[in-house]
């Protein structure tokens, strides 16, 4: 797995609430967990594409400068629903390495940190200020992201502290899945 240290990005703005895992990547594009790079094309598609395939424009992943964008920002209970561990592996796969909203689903929460994706849990009202900004600035509204100091930085300069469980910031700051995780002590001098 990718480390995850600091990073600075697009937000891509998605604020309804209680996006449920099926609506991040519905059930007909589960047989492609054998063919794992295949789970990108399922991201949001219900949302994303028409039902002849096409790309619906109006969606925001769809725009620019979002189409490329690292940072998702999510509306509360962001991955509620199953424990559908590919729901994060698609986030991955389309490039997205954080996640902001103002709670997600317990499950998916712990699978965002398998999957290389840093969830930033930050106050409603803050994670729609954020939005709001990306979607008046665009591409000038920029974030960064440091996991080591679990700060958010908005294009402001102001600064929004975060807390992560520690065994899973460290297992994102190294790099490496559960197993290996077990592994690691606070002294082993790679955290």
Not at 53 to 71: D, K
Not at 178 to 188: E, F, H, K, M, Y
Request: aromatic share 8%; charged share 25%.
């Amino acid at each position: 797995m990718e480390h995850f240290e600091r990073m600075q990005g697009v937000a891509a703005p998605l604020m309804q609430a209680n996006i449920d895992t099926d609506q991040i990547i519905p059930a007909r594009f589960m047989p492609r967990v054998l063919v794992p790079a295949g789970l990108k094309e399922g991201l949001f598609a219900e949302w994303r594409l028409t039902p002849e395939g096409t790309e619906r424009p109006e969606f925001i992943l769809n725009r620019e400068p979002y189409r490329h964008a690292q940072i998702l920002l999510a509306g509360r209970n962001f991955g509620c629903g199953s424990s559908r561990e590919q729901a994060p592996k698609a986030l991955r796969q389309w490039g997205f390495r954080v996640v902001v909203a103002s709670g997600f689903g317990e499950i998916f929460y712990g699978n965002c940190f398998r999957n290389g994706i840093l969830p930033v849990v930050l106050p409603p009202e803050v994670v729609q200020s954020l939005a709001d900004r990306s979607m008046a600035d665009g591409a000038d509204a920029l974030l960064e992201v440091d996991l080591g100091h679990e700060v958010l930085t908005d294009p402001a300069g102001t600064r929004h502290p975060f807390a992560t469980p520690v065994r899973l910031r460290r297992m994102l700051l190294a790099g490496m899945d559960d197993v290996g995780a077990r592994w690691l002590r606070p002294d082993d001098g790679r955290l």
